[in-house]
Structure formats: C-alpha cells, structure tokens
C-alpha cells in the first residue's frame, strides 16, 4: 500500500527566503506526483505536475523535482511571499491505478513580513 | 471558466438523518472524484467515475455511503444513516481522463453530525 509522507509538517520563514518542502513515498511504481496548495476553508489547487518520465516542473517560482528511485519529491518556492502561505500537499498516482491518488499530509506554511 | 460547484457548504444536522451532497464537475471532463479530509486521516479518495460509470468504489467506507452520477454533470453522494464520526469536509474534483491531467476541486462541504 502507498504511503506519503511530507516533511516538515509545519513551517515558518520571513518574506523573501528560500524555501524547500519535502515529500517521500515509500512504492516507487508510480505514474505521476502532484503538488498542491490549500488555503483555509478552500479545496486543493494543482500547482505542478511531474509525469514518471520527467525529473522536474517549474512555474513561476515553483519548481518541482522528482526521484522516483529513491521515493523522494522537493518543492522548491523561491523568494517567498505572504501570499505563498498555506498547506501545500504532495499526492502521487500509482501504475495501474493512474487515477487513483494517495495524498501526504501536508506542511502548513508561513511566511510572515 | 465556472470551476467544480459543490452544494451545500456547510451541513449540519443530526445523528440518523440523511445527508446528500452534491456535486457539478467542470463542463467537458470526463472523470469525478469524491474525498473525504479530516485531522486524523488526512485527504482519502472514496470513488471516482469515469464517463459516468463507478471505476472504484473501495474507498467508501461503510454501507451507509453511496454516490451517483446520473449524468455528466451532476453527482451526489449520500450518507444514510449518518454518524459523528462521518463529520469531515467532503471534496469533489473533476478531471480529463487522462491521468497526466490535473484534477480540479471544488471548495468543499463541511459537513457537522451532531
């Protein structure tokens, strides 16, 4: 059974930082991984999505990487802003179950001024 | 571009009554997704339909729930009788199918069982 795990659960950085958030699974059998952001009170928005062929994703500030070998995504935000704060969760699609995705629990964001 | 609708934001209601939530995809896709997110066990996929036929149902929970989609626009999903520990946010996305197609959300129902 897929299991995802995201690291850390919680975070917080001053405007402008660099910053990078970690997403493991533990079935490497997988046929794409998403990244998405949750504000408070709203559903998930798709942020990138990284095909089992790709290595990574940009958009904007966001870049996504992807190790299918070792189980392992980092999404990396560059020059953070406030606007940037929320949940951001990793969800991976498993082969023979493309659509079927098995979420992590997230890490909740902070970027203060 | 009106994105997934879901209905009603916010339930709530007592302990043995039945709840429907409802769900309207966004026009064109093909594939539908019910979740259900809560503390404890995060964002759990519950079943998702495909040109209106179930694909896979083994999220469900338990008897009491069930979900339909009469129609490529419109679903609903059905907790009778509910329970407390059915209390959650319910999400709706919808989708291409096609796997490398993200999946939309609606904002979802929060749903309270007294």
């Known amino acids: 059974k897929q299991e995802v795990t995201q690291i850390p659960a919680a975070l917080s950085v001053p405007e402008g930082e660099n910053l990078v958030l970690n997403c493991s699974f533990t079935?490497?059998?997988?046929?794409?991984l998403q990244w998405f952001r949750q504000d408070p009170g709203k559903g998930l928005t798709s942020l990138l999505l990284?095909?089992?062929?790709?290595r990574e994703q940009t958009s904007g500030r966001l870049n996504a990487s992807l190790d299918k070998s070792s189980g392992r995504s980092t999404l990396y935000i560059a020059a953070s802003q406030p606007g940037d704060s929320a949940t951001y969760l990793c969800?991976?699609?498993?082969?023979?179950?493309?659509?079927?995705?098995?979420f992590g629990t997230g890490t909740r964001l902070q970027v203060t001024l | 571009d009106a994105g997934v609708i879901q209905s009603p934001r916010h339930e709530v209601t007592e302990m043995g009554q039945e709840v429907t939530l409802r769900c309207k995809p966004i026009?064109?896709?093909?594939?539908l997704f019910w979740y259900r997110q809560t503390m404890m066990r995060g964002l759990e996929l519950l079943i998702y339909?495909?040109?209106?036929?179930?694909?896979?149902d083994s999220g469900m929970p338990e008897d009491r729930f069930s979900a339909k989609m009469p129609n490529a626009s419109f679903s609903t999903l059905k907790i009778q009788p509910s329970e407390p520990r059915d209390s959650a946010v319910y999400f709706c996305?919808?989708?291409?199918?096609?796997?490398?197609?993200?999946?939309?959300f609606g904002d979802g129902t929060r749903l309270s069982i007294l």
């Open positions: 339909f495909n040109n209106n036929v179930p694909i896979d």
């Open positions: 026009s064109g896709h093909n594939s």
């Open positions: 969800a991976v699609s498993s082969t023979g179950t493309a659509s079927k995705l098995t």
């Open positions: 079935d490497s059998a997988i046929y794409n």
């Open positions: 996305a919808s989708s291409y199918w096609d796997s490398n197609q993200p999946q939309h």
């Open positions: 990284i095909q089992s062929s790709q």
